[in-house]
């Protein structure tokens, strides 16, 4: 049973680094950070069941996390797009030199 939950999870976390490497829409890149947090909570649930109760306490904390995370980046990504109309990195340079 766990070795198929690893497996699912990195898939998942495959699928999320795809994403976040390939694709320009900050929604998305979002979306794709948001499963590989979810592909390291199955990871660390499934390997919570021989260990201990140790990854359960770890899971909570990415929750922590991914809650943030999502907080302030679509709070960025909404100013961003009122500012440029456009949610595509490639549109917005804000932050280079």
Sequence with gaps: MITQSLWLSAILFSLGVAGVV???????????????????????????????????IFVFFVMAVAAAEAAVGLAIVISVFRHTESVDTRDFNLLRW
């Design 22 to 56: 390939f694709r320009r829409n900050a929604i998305i890149l979002f979306m794709c950070v948001e499963l590989m947090l979810n592909a390291v909570n199955l990871a660390f649930v499934a390997i919570s069941r021989s260990v201990g109760i140790d990854g359960q």
